[in-house]
């Protein structure tokens, strides 16, 4: 059976987060969430805010993008020219804020941010899979140690 990739793990390797990733970890919660086994399990909630420049509704591939760029910089990933020529009719929000909950063995925000950065890139991954073996189901993204959601 293979391992499921949204499963509670740990970083492999400590090195020093940049100074973006520790700014996000800042806010946010941490709180226990019981035991699996001898390890205690630590829930970690992220609010990561993407402004979107016109109305409309933004693709799940451009959450992930920007939301990942948010961790990694601190600065939003530009939105492709074609997200920009064609915008809905609908007005929305320009400004929606990305949920991110995860659960860790780990009660340090920083290393649930690495993971949880390693994890919207296997989302995107899963997006541009062309060979059809993998899937995406789109926003929410709900399973049961790693939750991503548009907060409404």
């Known amino acids: 059976m293979d391992p499921d990739a949204m499963d509670i793990d740990t970083p492999q390797h400590h090195q020093q987060p940049p100074q973006s990733l520790i700014q ?34 933004m693709p799940d591939l451009e959450i992930l993008r920007t939301a990942r760029a948010r961790i990694r910089t601190g600065v939003q990933a530009p939105i492709p020219p074609t997200r920009l020529s064609y915008p ?36 995107i991954e899963m997006i541009h899979d062309a060979q059809g073996l993998g899937w995406f189901p789109g926003l929410p993204w709900m399973h049961d140690h790693f939750q991503v959601r548009v907060a409404v």
């Open 24 to 57: 996000v970890a800042a806010a946010g919660t941490t709180a226990p969430r019981g035991y699996i086994g001898n390890n205690q399990v630590f829930r970690h909630t992220f609010e990561i805010e993407i402004r979107n420049p016109v109305p409309g509704r």
């Open 88 to 123: 809905s009719q609908r007005p929305v929000r320009r400004n929606l804020v990305l949920l991110i909950i995860i659960d860790t063995f780990s009660m340090d925000r920083q290393d649930a941010l690495v993971i949880a950065d390693w994890r919207l890139h296997f989302m």
